[in-house]
């Protein structure tokens, strides 16, 4: 999962929102107050820019202050900007900056003390303007490259620096703050220091999409690297001040600690979690780091806080057996270090992928049997467990599969993870949770587990359990679904729906409103706070979410392995230790919700179809300036709420291909927005200006169109990257477009450039690849065998696996060969299609089941955007177009091959979330295009009704959530709009066939 999805969560129940708003909403729950998030002012009024909707929100006394005179402010995010009288301002486009931390409780009196001493000096500078906010920047998952920083001065030049250094570090000298990462520390103060960018400036950065920039010694615009490590750009030379300082920080290792430091499995905010060995006895071990006042949970513990927390749990769970035993605890600098036996085993959720049978297009019974099984006796074994932990007065108090260690013998299970263990006593609430194992601000001590296991028991058979983020009440409705795919006891699933669905006012355990269809915002969400306290007077619960949510990167190659004790479970439970409820499967009514919980089902076209447009509609905010309809997070980038990928151009899109009525509201926004561009907007077709310059020509704004795309030809376009979602692909494609729907020939000259680039690109690439191919020794065809895709080699070599697929990988650029191929008939751009896409077959493994899917090195990816599904589309047009004489005998061999992988890919029962990009709404698409053999009787019905699996209800109607199911979304890429394209191009009366960007119905093959 992706950890930066939390703090979008923190503003709005039903949709993914811009921190800004917290500051910024009028509460009409639709995320949609009257300010936009970007105020300003200028001279008068307080600094902060407060407008209507932003009564009661916290703020520091600082950002009240009145403006001062000729100065001029900002709220862009979560910074308050103050720059000085136009003709006081003399600072440089980029420079030496510098960064003061601080803690909630010291941060109000460090932003007061910049204030009046930047002011009368005419030194621009920013600070986050409240506790909220800085809580949320100093969290536990919160990015690491900009943790700590809470105010940000911009000195003029080298001896402007050192003069700030030495005269604010002396006021500011002995305030507390967590240590900014990315920055060299001024002596021992809050103080930092870095070389950047001042002025917002882009360039093409490494991957080929736009990146903040520099200017490098040669006047070259370059990436303005800001990873969580201090370093000095090629050429700038450190100031003679400074050097101690650097110095000082290269001073501090870990050579003389008994351990060796081998591989770090894990980083947050608060740390890093490693693997090493003890060098006096050559035992396995891990090391946890906790950073001082950094990694905030939300009752304010710090990691150090935290990990002392777990030193204590595990003191207290010695000799158990399901927890790891404690080692050492010691101090590096001013970081702590917790030292624990090594724990042998997988993380549970690391099974899924080759154990789970709905992976497969056509599960056998007998594995589905199988798995229920393991999975009962998994679940039996986390309870247990848990009973040990509660035994010894503990509550664990983060229960989730990342957090479950299974032994080799696939059945031994440990608990890892103690930083968020309370007394039992205490009676506590949650302060840290995965998204899908988040309590109910009404569960305390031991409920808390009790919650996660119940959440538990489901997502042990379908993985979704993020989706009570937005409503509790979609439990009873899960476990309808599970019920049907698996011979699960009645017992089993009824007690989870209970136990997830009460409120604090089911004594009795009744099921809560939200069951009987109240649809997002029931009785769970994230509304309301978990531990939180009070800073500066202010209640963090005010707008903090329940606990932190919380999400592993990847899959933690950490263990626990001794054996342990025997424990009974909770009183009153009914379990069997793995059996299905007697000799044979289990019979009598599933568990299921009083009424339907879906207000449509996706079989049903024109019902769907008029919900879906009913909710999209519903959750517009044509008075908003930064976006029209809510989605991803990548609207909050720069132009993010503009695009076909997350913005108004897709949605709208979308409406046109299934014959919806036009949305002249939507698309007067859309004009308004693009009279003048948002600097840094990207160019691409679905992630910025191509996009929408081809969405506003198909919905007869052609003079805006041919505006958007002349401004995006005066960019530096030739250098973005090839592939079709920013790159060149799909700007080729849309000049081409637009070159002939209009007659603006120069336009058709710039897409066969395009081309041309892209070609030489491509070919390159396949040479090298060759190269290395025939270095290894290897002939053999890498879609043809388990192990040694392209992605492999990637990850052997030390780079990055080469990303494929439909949007990022060659297979764009095949699309535009292919589209130019229809136009000209020019038979090299057959030839040109046929190697990109072989290029992206090179990244392809076969899986177990026998689908084809593009392997990322550490999971395979069978979706539309970025996995094998995309590839399929492209590769049915060129089949189509391709003659007997066109291709060779073994590529059309490989590329049937291929296409029959695919559709196993595309017909697996389970797929991880319901987006058009990446999920089942893309494999219906896919499956409602192919021309491919093979394709099962009903296997697009299947996936059509299984949509419903993630379906919730919003105001009344349809809806889907969005990437990380957290919160719903209405875009195409993730949503809902997606989801409608999806279900249009599979209903079979539609004319003409609701389709993608130049992916219309492919030639017969």
């Keep these: 999962m992706d950890n930066r999805y939390e703090v979008f969560c923190l503003t709005d129940p039903h949709f993914y929102e811009s921190l800004d708003r917290l500051s910024a909403t009028t509460g009409n729950g639709n995320g949609n107050g009257a300010a936009n998030g970007n105020e300003s002012g200028n001279g008068s009024g307080s600094a902060n820019g407060a407008g209507p909707g932003t009564a009661g929100v916290p703020l520091f006394d600082t950002a009240r202050r009145p403006v001062p005179d000729g100065w001029h402010t900002l709220r862009n995010g979560d910074w308050l900007h103050l720059d000085p009288p136009a003709g006081e301002r003399a600072y440089p486009a980029q420079g030496w900056k510098v960064h003061a931390s601080a803690t909630l409780e010291c941060a109000d009196k460090v932003a007061a003390k910049v204030w009046d001493y930047c002011v009368p000096r005419n030194i621009p500078f920013k600070f986050v303007p409240g506790p909220q906010l800085l809580h949320l920047r100093n969290s536990k998952y919160a990015g690491r490259d900009t943790s700590g920083k809470f105010v940000t001065i911009y000195p003029a030049d080298e001896e402007a620096l050192r003069v700030v250094l030495d005269e604010l570090g002396a006021l500011l000298d002995g305030e507390p703050g967590p240590y900014i990462l990315t920055d060299l520390r001024w002596r021992q103060g809050p103080l930092y220091v870095r070389y950047g960018a001042f002025a917002k400036r882009y360039c093409v950065g490494g991957r080929g999409t736009l990146v903040p920039a520099v200017e490098d010694g040669e006047g070259r615009l370059v990436p303005d690297d800001r990873s969580p490590a201090f370093h000095v750009p090629d050429w700038i030379t450190l100031p003679d001040f400074l050097a101690p300082e650097l110095a000082a920080r290269n001073a501090t290792t870990v050579g003389d600690l008994p351990y060796r430091i081998e591989k770090a499995l894990h980083f947050s905010n608060g740390g890093g979690v490693y693997a090493g060995t003890d060098t006096r006895t050559g ?50 600098g001013d970081h702590r270090f917790l030292v624990m036996d090594f724990v042998e085993g997988k993380p549970l959720n690391s099974y899924f992928a080759h154990r789970h049978p709905l992976l497969r297009p056509d599960p056998d019974p ?5 798995f229920t099984r393991w999975a009962l006796r998994i679940h039996a074994g986390v309870e247990e467990a848990v009973a040990a932990v509660h035994s010894r007065g503990v509550v664990f ?5 990342f957090n479950i260690m299974v032994a080799p013998d696939d059945e031994t299970v440990s608990l890892l993870d103690f930083e968020a263990a309370a007394r039992a006593t205490d009676n506590g609430r949650q302060a840290v949770a995965h998204p899908g194992f988040v309590a109910p601000p009404d569960r305390r001590g031991t409920a808390v587990d009790h919650y996660a296991l119940a959440c538990l028991r489901l997502a042990l058979f379908l993985p979704v359990t993020t989706l009570f983020a937005i409503d509790r009440g979609k439990a009873a409705h899960l476990a309808e679904v599970i019920g049907r795919e698996f011979p699960v006891p009645d017992w089993y699933l009824e007690e989870a729906v209970a136990e997830i669905t009460r409120t604090a006012d089911d004594a009795a355990g009744t099921r809560s409103a939200a069951v009987d269809g109240a649809g997002p915002g029931g009785a769970a969400g994230l509304g309301g706070a978990v531990g939180a306290r009070p ?34 479970g909770a009183p009153g439970s009914r379990r069997a230790s793995g059996d299905l409820g007697g000799s044979g499967l289990p019979a009598g009514t599933r568990p299921g919700p009083p009424r339907r919980y879906l207000p449509a089902e996706p079989r049903d076209w024109i019902t769907a179809r008029d919900s879906m447009a009913a909710a999209i509609l519903g959750s517009a905010t044509p008075d908003r300036e930064d976006r029209l309809f809510p989605g991803d997070i ?48 990207p160019l691409g077709l679905y992630d910025g200006v191509a996009g929408v310059a081809y969405v506003l020509e198909r919905l007869g704004h052609t003079e805006r169109a041919l505006a958007l795309v002349r401004s995006l030809l005066g960019e530096n376009w030739q250098r973005l990257s090839s592939d079709l979602s920013g790159g060149l692909a799909g700007i080729g494609l849309v000049l081409d477009h637009l070159a002939h729907a209009t007659g603006e020939t120069d336009l058709g000259e710039r897409a066969l450039e395009a081309a041309g ?12 690849l060759e190269q290395a191919r025939q270095a290894q020794g290897s002939g053999l065809l890498p879609h043809q065998a388990q192990q040694g895709s392209q992605a492999q080699q990637g990850s052997q070599r030390g780079g990055p696996p080469r990303r494929a697929g439909l949007m990022r990988g060659a297979t764009g650029p095949a699309l535009l060969f292919l589209r130019l191929y229809e136009r000209t008939g020019l038979p090299a751009l057959l030839g040109h299609a046929a190697r990109a896409l072989a290029l992206d077959l090179d990244s392809c493994v076969v899986t177990a089941s026998g689908s084809l899917e593009v392997d990322e090195g550490w999971r395979t990816m069978p979706y539309l955007g970025g996995g094998s599904a995309g590839i399929g589309l492209v590769l049915d047009d060129l089949l189509g177009l391709a003659g007997s004489d066109d291709l060779d005998e073994a590529a059309t061999a490989r590329f049937e091959q291929a296409r029959t992988g695919i559709v196993r890919a595309a017909t697996a029962r389970l797929y991880a979330q319901p987006g058009l990009f990446v999920g089942r709404a893309g494999m219906i698409l896919h499956l409602a295009r192919t021309t491919a053999p093979g394709v099962p009787d009903g296997a697009l019905a299947a996936q059509i009704d299984a949509l419903g699996w993630y379906g919730m209800a919003y105001r009344g109607e349809l809806a889907f959530p969005g990437n990380q199911m957290m919160r719903l979304s209405m875009d195409l890429g993730t949503g809902t ?25 492919p030639p017969a093959s």
């Design 977 to 1001: 709009a997606g989801c409608l394209l999806a279900l249009g191009a599979a209903n079979a009366g539609q004319h003409p066939t609701p389709r993608l960007p130049f992916l219309p119905p």
């Design 634 to 681: 990548a609207q909050f980038s720069d132009g993010g709420g503009l695009g076909i990928a997350h913005g108004a151009a897709g949605v709208l899109h979308a409406f046109d291909q299934v014959g919806l009525p036009r949305y002249d509201e939507g698309e007067q926004w859309l004009l308004a927005r693009t009279a003048h561009l948002p600097n840094g907007t």
């Design 757 to 768: 680039l892209v070609a030489g690109r491509i070919a390159a690439e396949a040479e090298q």
């Design 283 to 332: 035992e396995k071990v891990v090391l946890k780091e906790g950073r001082p006042h950094a990694g905030l949970a939300s009752d304010g513990a710090d990691a150090v806080t935290r990990l002392r927390r777990e030193r204590d749990a595990l003191r207290r769970l010695s000799g158990l057996g399901v927890a790891p035993e404690m080692r050492d605890w010691f101090t590096v």
């Design 535 to 568: 800073v500066n007077g202010t209640d963090l619960r005010a707008s903090s979410p329940s606990p932190d949510l919380h999400v592993q990167v990847g899959e933690p190659e950490r263990g626990a392995g001794t054996g342990r004790a025997e424990p009974s």
């Design 397 to 401: 108090n983060d229960l989730h599969m």
């Design 366 to 370: 007998a594995d589905v049997a199988d």
